[in-house]
């Protein structure tokens, strides 16, 4: 079997992703995982599909055909998964909003080796004021040299800078 990793993005509307799910299946895809949202009226997903090799060019040519307004589909091939007991940490992070943010905080993630496996951001109004606050949950794999307890340290030089308030734990558990 082939593995394909497609990146979809298109004006949201109902039915969309069972236009893609009924494309995969009919070209003689198997659908292995996905991560989807809707975010400003538009529809992004990012998902691996598993294929005969001699269906990969079929499969690839009725996705690009689908008639769906708007519709992008980039296809690749997997990229080198992550080493095999990589230590994953949750990240949870609050703070006031402001330029650069994600730019800091990835920074120093990248500085001490850690690879972001997934990550969400979103902005709120603060309780009791019109401020915005950005909050940020992340799932980060560490470099098995680098215990929590150093991340945590590196993090923490950025709280007085950014205000932030910040959690890391092993992930699945409190």
């Not at 003689?28 to 538009?42: D, F």
């Not at 009791?128 to 590196?154: G, I, K, N, R, V």
């Amino acid at each position: 079997m082939e593995h394909l990793v497609l990146t979809v993005i298109a004006p949201d509307r109902p039915g969309l992703v069972e236009a893609l799910a009924d494309c995969v299946a009919a070209q003689g895809g198997n659908w292995l995982e996905s991560r989807m949202a809707h975010l400003a009226g538009q529809f992004a997903g990012i998902l691996s599909v598993e294929v005969e090799p001699e269906l990969r060019n079929g499969l690839v040519e009725a996705l690009q055909q689908l008639a769906i307004p708007g519709l992008r589909i980039l296809v690749g091939d997997p990229g080198q998964p992550a080493p095999v007991g990589a230590p994953l940490v949750q990240l949870d992070l609050l703070g006031n909003d402001r330029v650069g943010i994600v730019r800091d905080i990835t920074r120093a993630l990248h500085q001490v080796g850690v690879n972001v496996e997934r990550l969400s951001t979103e902005t709120r109004p603060a309780p009791m004021s019109s401020e915005l606050l950005f909050h940020a949950t992340a799932l980060l794999a560490l470099p098995t040299d680098l215990a929590l307890e150093t991340l945590q340290a590196h993090l923490e030089t950025l709280t007085d800078d950014l205000m932030v308030e910040l959690k890391l734990y092993r992930h699945g558990h409190d």
